[in-house]
């Protein structure tokens, strides 16, 4: 194969996006999470156990871990663009991340509706 | 004053080295430049790329104490001393302190840097309103100097696929003309992961601009516009 150099994927606006967004998504968690530990000082374990055991909280806490997945893949995919140059490690290092990630979510959520 | 510069000439020597001088002046009102045509005029063996020597041409950009600059017009009583003196990062040298450009024209070339119009040509020039034309300042006057490109570490790592900070400035210089009936394969040629998704906004382009322009900003609009037309 011709050695060229390849471009025009039509791809990339959507991860840009994704980013931001779920940049937004993980702050207004944290700025949540971080009002709660300060008005519940000191902090009992029921109190840490009521709100994690509250359907709304729970899903915000996936919100916030999904998010993190998500950004993590985009940040992770860059990085791999900027420094790993041969395409098959690269494939395969991008591969490795997205079930990574995957497997996270999945085990996110059993931890989430496990809390008793 | 001292000046530490990058010397290196690849027929000749195995490894680039940087060469001390030494120049009995006062800084006053002088220009690096200045110091620099000084220098060469004791050493001619000095490589250095030069021309209008007031900041329109950009022939000599050049990393000046670790920062890219224009020479002409960085005063020399505001650089400490030693001075060092490096051609601009992540370039081939072609000698001391002139760079092999190519890469940064290629880029600059596949913006298609020109005005797309496909109306029959006008008896006069090609009109636009004062808000229209207002919309191109801070575009047109980037003279190409590469300092900005040569600064992104993006560009350092893919200088083959990212557009660079001063090919994407002139590429928005062309979406942001009234004149210019190209946008839609204007931003299909820059929607590419590489090709512009690249740019983090880290701000080194708009740091080291001898001219004062913001490519974060321009490349900015150019995200804007992707975004307009995919929600």
């Given at each position: ?9 039509h791809y990339g606006?959507?991860?840009w996006?994704?980013q931001r967004v779920t940049?937004?998504?993980?702050a ?6 971080a ?23 729970r ?10 997945y998500l950004?993590a893949?985009?940040?992770m995919?860059?990085i791999?663009?900027?420094y790993v ?5 690269r494939?395969v290092?991008?591969v490795s ?13 059993q ?6 | 004053?001292r000046?530490?510069?990058?010397r ?7 490894k680039?080295?940087?060469q001390?001088?030494d120049l ?12 620099i045509l000084l220098i ?7 490589s250095?790329r030069?021309?209008?020597r007031?900041?329109?041409?950009g022939s000599d ?9 224009l ?5 020399l009583?505001e650089?400490?001393?030693?001075i ?5 990062p992540?370039q081939p040298?072609v000698?001391?302190l ?7 024209y ?6 298609k ?5 496909g109306d ?6 090609r009109l636009?309103?004062?808000e229209?034309?207002?919309e ?5 006057e980037c003279?190409?100097?590469a300092?900005?490109?040569t ?5 350092w790592?893919?200088p083959?696929k990212?557009?660079g900070p001063?090919?994407l400035?002139q590429?928005y210089r062309?979406?942001a003309?009234?004149r210019?009936?190209a ?5 299909d040629?820059?929607e ?6 690249r740019?983090?906004s ?7 601009c ?5 490519p974060?900003?321009a490349?900015g ?7 307009k037309?995919?929600v």
């Amino acid at each position: 194969m011709v050695n060229r150099i390849v471009t025009g994927a039509h791809y990339g606006m959507r991860d840009w996006l994704v980013q931001r967004v779920t940049a937004v998504v993980m702050a207004l968690y944290i700025l949540f999470i971080a009002g709660f530990l300060l008005t519940h000082q000191p902090l009992h374990y029921a109190d840490w156990s009521n709100l994690l055991q509250s359907q709304l909280v729970r899903l915000a806490s996936l919100l916030f871990l999904l998010s993190l997945y998500l950004h993590a893949w985009v940040g992770m995919r860059d990085i791999f663009m900027d420094y790993v140059k041969p395409v098959g490690i690269r494939l395969v290092a991008e591969v490795s991340v997205i079930l990574s990630l995957i497997a996270y979510a999945a085990w996110s959520l059993q931890i989430l509706w496990g809390i008793q | 004053m001292r000046f530490l510069i990058y010397r290196y000439n690849p027929e000749t020597d195995a490894k680039p080295y940087m060469q001390a001088y030494d120049l009995d002046i006062d800084a006053g009102n002088m220009m690096l430049l200045d110091a620099i045509l000084l220098i060469k005029a004791q050493d001619e063996t000095l490589s250095v790329r030069r021309s209008c020597r007031e900041g329109v041409c950009g022939s000599d950009a050049m990393n000046i104490n670790g920062r890219n600059g224009l020479a002409c017009v960085t005063p020399l009583s505001e650089l400490k001393e030693p001075i060092e003196l490096r051609p601009l990062p992540g370039q081939p040298v072609v000698r001391d302190l002139v760079v092999d450009l190519s890469q940064f024209y290629k880029q600059y070339r596949s913006i298609k840097p020109y005005l797309i119009n496909g109306d029959p040509e006008p008896e006069i020039e090609r009109l636009q309103s004062p808000e229209d034309r207002e919309e191109l300042d801070g575009l047109y006057e980037c003279i190409l100097c590469a300092c900005c490109s040569t600064s992104c570490p993006s560009f350092w790592w893919n200088p083959d696929k990212f557009v660079g900070p001063a090919g994407l400035l002139q590429a928005y210089r062309f979406i942001a003309d009234s004149r210019d009936q190209a946008t839609a394969e204007r931003l299909d040629n820059l929607e590419d992961p590489y090709r512009l998704f690249r740019c983090h906004s880290i701000m080194t382009c708009v740091d080291v601009c001898p001219k004062g322009l913001n490519p974060t900003r321009a490349i900015g609009k150019i995200k804007e516009m992707l975004l307009k037309r995919t929600v």
